[in-house]
């Protein structure tokens, strides 16, 4: 089954990621880590903006929670796929191609487990009775949450996303393939208005 890939801004690639053979695959890995690597900036940038949306105005309003709630909703989406899949098949097939890297790999799932822990967190905070302090603390965990999500993802594009196309096998790369979701099409900071 191939996955179709949806750019954020609607645009659809048709390459396909399963593919057979030598040639094949390694296009299909492309297309894959392409994939991956968009996902990783469609979340920081919706993190940017509601970012720079906090720092623009200390005080907080209706407009900040509702999109804190969709920048929360899409990380929740993108751990249950894309973070689930780099747990699931990415990192143990990089680990049985590439053993020594074994202290690489489980610090970066490692982070997983964190990055889940820190959006349960706010996820929790924004149930409690609106205050000042509750503003504060929703400011700290996510401005922290943003801070783990960027190392991380500087660090796996470096160290993992270079070489797992050359390592992983055709069925690996469609395993992944087939654990992402269908990317959304429309940025929050469109459709929402994250400032
Ligand atoms: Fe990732
Ligand atoms: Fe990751």
Same mark, same amino acid.
């Given at each position: 089954m191939l996955t179709p890939?949806?750019?954020r801004d609607g645009e659809r690639s048709d390459t396909p990621i399963m593919a057979k053979g030598t040639r094949g695959s390694r296009v299909g890995a492309d297309a894959l880590f392409r994939r991956l690597r968009r996902d990783h900036r469609h979340v920081l940038e919706q993190m940017d903006a509601h970012e720079a949306a906090l720092r623009?105005?200390? &005080?907080?309003?209706?407009?900040? #929670? &509702?999109t804190l709630r969709d920048v929360l909703a899409l990380l929740g989406t993108e751990?249950?796929?894309h973070m689930t899949a780099e747990d699931d098949?990415?990192?143990p097939a990089l680990?049985?191609?590439l053993p020594a890297a074994a202290g690489s790999i489980e610090?970066?799932?490692a982070e997983h487990r964190e990055l889940r822990q820190m959006l349960q967190r706010l996820r929790e =905070? =924004? #149930? #409690?009775?609106?205050?000042?302090e509750r503003a504060e603390q929703i400011r700290v965990q996510i401005q922290d949450l943003g801070h783990?999500? &960027? =190392?991380h993802v500087e660090k796996e594009e470096t160290l993992v996303f270079r070489l797992a196309p050359r390592l992983l096998a055709p069925r690996e790369i469609a395993a992944l393939a087939a654990r992402l979701a269908p990317r959304t099409t429309e940025p929050l900071t469109r459709s929402k208005g994250v400032s």
């Open positions: 890939i949806i750019g623009q105005s200390k &005080r907080a309003t209706a407009k900040h #929670e &509702r751990f249950a796929s098949v990415l990192y680990l049985a191609a610090a970066l799932a =905070l =924004l #149930e #409690e009775t609106a205050s000042p783990l999500l &960027r =190392l």
